[in-house]
């Protein structure tokens, strides 16, 4: 709002406000703020916009920019003056809470052979996903679990959690996922620092797996009742082999292929109750049609190279660049190979959507469903 | 209860009912019984026992004892006279229901190469479970599932189901599981006829594997609302391995050893809403401790052999005989081998037991958690 | 089955059994029973049938006919022999399980003043239906409940209870409804007297109705994770006084005019797992349509006079009167006073068949929905 | 942080970040800002703060200052300009997103006899708190709800809905309660004119009282499958006369006294996903003790006067007063009158809270758990 104007926001629409100012009107809108309030009319139809208008632009991060400045991030600071090692991707119009899109984090750590991380605990969710280098693990509460490349791990709300690079194994680099600007957001964040600095493995390395990595089976008598997966790793080959099997008998969406989603076993839901994922395969040349959510959407590329069009423009990606899509913004996603398939992972803030009741779709009708990069879109069908 | 004495069941323990009759009482009782009524006292010590008896006893039933008149039945009666050609599981106790314990009903079906039974629907619950034979299918609700030897499939309650054989595989002979009993001791049996006498298959084959059959994965936006799981066939082979996974993390259950419950991977629930199905591998030399607990169960075995010690008493088992364990029976099981795991596909009531808050489990304390065989028990720890 | 026939359930329809004896074949079946089988076409029909057929018959109990003998029993016998002086509905089709209809019990109770039942708990689960008398009470895990005339109380399955008339109060009678035939029918019955015969009460009285009985609010941070209603006490007032104001708002359900069910507060749902109750209102003169459903009903009259009509069959019925529905008969309600309302409590086995997926219902369709006494109907819609 | 220094946020803490600036260090900085990129390091320790810091700061709206200044409003526009003239609460923390604390916006509205507001929808939820007149109505999805001083009603979202005061009625105020920032910061606002401008009121007036009024009672065969209540008013009588009920059974929590959470009496849940209400009572001179947990949370004073102490700041209130209490603020409560209660009207974002999983409190343990007005608390218990 202008300084000194309060009917910046008027639109002249039954229904919504529109009063112009006067002069008596502003002396009553300072005695207003005097007491700590304002008079709703002036501020009305900014608060309450016709449709959501995302303060994030689409983006996208490539690898090959950003790969060597990670790297050079394990030369530059120790892992005891930095305690993570982390180039975190900063959407310009989220840099107030350091957010990749809307309210989710995310970032690429690098860990040397060797390195442990100290354990910690946080009311932030949290994943990663490995994008290269071999003897990876991460503990949660005990759990240990070794991971390879495009397998992801949950570090969820209150856990101890700590990652490290085996003694034989090579420089790790990964992508972290986190809900932190949106729990610092509902001010509910909280951080502790494990008083051992380390935590004991306490049970077989990979045993979540083990109880929980069959297909459609659960351990007898399970007894879990936390509100996250006990599945804390999804790897990569029986993910991608099961896209496959998907793609043989359906035909997938209009709008994202053959897409599935990482569920928590115990109960078919979200992994997290903040943070959900997906997986999903673009067939050989497939060019998906537009749509729009609300939601904030982050993609790793998995496997092969595309583009998408958001909002009008199109970006190129390739294995391992990241990319976002902010809430309502128009996107279709396309596969240049003509023979392979591409793979993107997701991760996203659909759960928050669902359990909040503010998921909402609508999708493009017109140009046969696809965007005209560039050109703004005009039909419509929730 | 004797003719003409009405105190036959009189304890003389405080709090129960313990009432001699008298000439003015049973007077009494007569004059109530016009009325279509009676005194509780007459019968309470009947009605509230100190804990259940049940009236199935242990069976174990030797597939090579059956497997002979399984296919003789093909030879005696024609599909079309017997719509299904099934020799059935009678418990002694049971005769008057059909059941092969509690309220479970259980039979050995045999079908050709090249014959489809025709296609019906009722309101109870059915799984199949395939014993040996190539070509075997299923279809349900349009679409059809290809068997082989230790998958399951599920017909669920109101679904349409026909099963077949394919013209070049070989007879097969399979397990049926139902809640006939229960349903029809529950008076909400009904049954039905396909109109077309047969249904057209409307979705590529095996499709729910497809869309379900993924380790913790769901298909987006999946909208499946029904009370039975999505994924309607249940495979041995990734079953199998993942009980071998969970083997090398797990001591497993004194009770049951290395156990997997068969879910429905859309709520991580039982696979349909009263019957529960599991698959438990007991491991070289492994003899489970006793315990019992509420509930009936039957048991194929899907490998190996071994025996169980059901309520004192010996059976001896192996590969694809079938057991019962009725409810509140103490119960261990042994895998005589000792290079070989041993494996017992399951199906039960525990859905029942559990959406009914009638759950119950109770654990041996003496001779090291062991039953002597023939001698009763004496010291429990629920 | 008649003696030495097995082809008597044959049915002459595409898709059933209709397999004739042969001796070949009578030989095969003598030879199956001696190895605890059967063959399944000669009982399909049987176990399969194209609807419920309910061994209970409906039978209305007259409060004149029983009064008598329900006093007469506080005289004939002592509460130390009897346990409980409760003369239970014996419906003739279900002498053998002693059930009023299908797997639920009833019976009357009487207690005199200062009178106090010993303590006990059971894995049945029960309710108790204030009939007449003042100085009624119940306590439930020590938490003592005052009861009046058309007040309920839930002793729920593993609960300590225990039943006394204040010693100011005069003889009370009242309904008791338990799910004692199905809990033992599921083999899951326990039974324990409290080891001290009595329990104390240990919160202030009707302390459930202070922290549940309000209208639509649950006290803070309740922690209830049971599977019954933590409301123990149903009043009558607010009940029938919301009947009414519920009348004012909707033209109710044409088979059961105004009818709320009974809920547990804290989660929307049934008082218990197996027994579910409601209260509904029948305006002056209201005739409602006829339809059929499963599940089994007990209705007794809580104010007024009128009709049921029950698979062809007229029931006249006035207050404190008791009749029964059994599952699929066909039912319609008719209040015969033309200026006062009636009610009818009820309880059920609904919520047993809405957990099984068991519950269907179809409503009659010619004779503008009604039947007409001793004609069987055709029409149906489901 | 301070313009060129990216080291603002260390903290010389084992296991957090500590990484002074160098000029290699800041050029680095530089190149991977320039790629949307930053160190995680230079802003970890202000990302994941060891406990939420709230934005927002305790306030009191004292209605005898702002009574006149909403009366004037509808003075000094009208409604066809203003759409709604209301004067909304304006936190000094929170002026960027016009909200009262936390992410929930709050108001009072004026309406004069005969007046009636345009029906909109939004996917925001809102909840109106009567505080003077008579007449007042609400129309949500052709529902009308009457409404009193102390009653509130439900619009959520996605309803068309309109507010209005009778030709007879007085001018009235009432609170709204919003969760438009909350909407708008996760960007899935949506707003709506009615096509007509105003709705048809297709339902007996206060019906939803009719079918969901009732003390633990339920319609039959209800059908409701929307995420909010479907009871849309909740009435003050018979929810003071349950607080005064509850009052007599239980010794109330030391934090909260007497309270009662308003719920969805379909699920026993939340009234709405997003905002949870509640009613306590203080009892005569009852202080409480203090706590501090996640949430914010806005009062209206019922009832009484008496004070808070918020975060070490003493806050005194009176009928109709409203006050603050943000994330993670130490707060307790004091009714001032010796012979009277007094109750508070409060709505909150603690269904955010459960949904995420969220919600934690800690208890002073100090100084008898209260606090000393301007002393800052050491000890702590969770």
Same sequence: chains 1, 2, 3, 4.
């Avoid at 995302?54 to 050079?72: I, K, M």
């Avoid at 949950?154 to 600007?181: F, K, M, R, S, Y």
């Avoid at 509100?227 to 790897?235: A, C, D, G, T």
């Avoid at 053959?258 to 040349?285: H, K």
Wanted: glycine share 8%.
């Amino acid at each position: 709002m202008e300084a000194n104007r309060y009917d910046t926001y008027s639109e002249n629409t039954a229904g919504r406000a529109n009063v112009a100012d006067s002069p008596e009107r502003v002396a009553y809108y300072e005695e207003l703020a005097r007491l700590e309030t304002g008079a709703l009319w002036t501020v009305a139809n900014k608060i309450e916009p016709w449709a959501p208008r995302s303060a994030s632009v689409p983006v996208v991060w490539r690898y090959q920019d950003l790969r060597g400045h990670v790297l050079r991030s394990a030369e530059l600071v120790s892992p005891e003056e930095a305690g993570r090692r982390v180039i975190y991707l900063n959407n310009p119009g989220r840099r107030d809470v350091a957010a990749a899109v809307g309210w989710l984090y995310s970032g690429l750590q690098v860990m040397k052979p060797g390195e442990l991380a100290s354990a910690h605990a946080h009311s932030h969710s949290a994943l990663r996903f490995i994008m290269e280098g071999r003897g990876a693990y991460t503990v949660v509460d005990g759990h240990k679990m070794t991971l390879g490349a495009n397998d992801f791990v949950l570090t969820p709300n209150g856990t101890w959690h700590e990652h490290g690079v085996a003694q034989d194994g090579t420089t790790c680099i990964w992508q972290d996922g986190l809900d932190i600007p949106l729990v610092n957001a509902l001010e509910a964040g909280f951080y502790a620092v494990h008083p051992d600095l380390n935590q004991t493995v306490t049970h077989p390395v990979d045993d979540t797996s083990g109880a929980w990595g069959g297909v459609a089976l659960r351990p007898q008598v399970s007894g879990w009742t936390k509100p996250y997966s006990p599945l804390f790793k999804y790897e990569w080959e029986p993910t991608y082999e099961a896209l496959r099997r998907y793609a043989r008998t359906t035909a997938g969406s209009p709008y994202d292929g053959v897409l599935l989603e990482y569920v928590n076993p115990a109960t078919g839901g979200a992994v997290m109750p903040t943070i959900g994922a997906s997986m999903q395969l673009l067939r050989p040349g497939e060019h998906t049609k537009a749509h729009r959510h609300t939601g904030s959407f982050i993609y790793q590329v998995a496997k092969g190279s595309g583009f998408s069009i958001i909002d009008g423009q199109r970006f190129d990606w390739t294995e391992r660049d990241i990319f976002c899509v902010p809430s309502w913004a128009i996107h279709e996603h396309a596969n240049l190979s003509s023979n392979d398939d591409a793979c993107l992972f997701c991760f996203n803030d659909l759960p928050v959507m669902r359990s909040l009741s503010l998921y909402r779709e609508e999708v493009v009708k017109d140009n046969d469903g696809h965007q005209i990069p560039s050109k703004p879109l005009t039909t419509w069908s929730s």
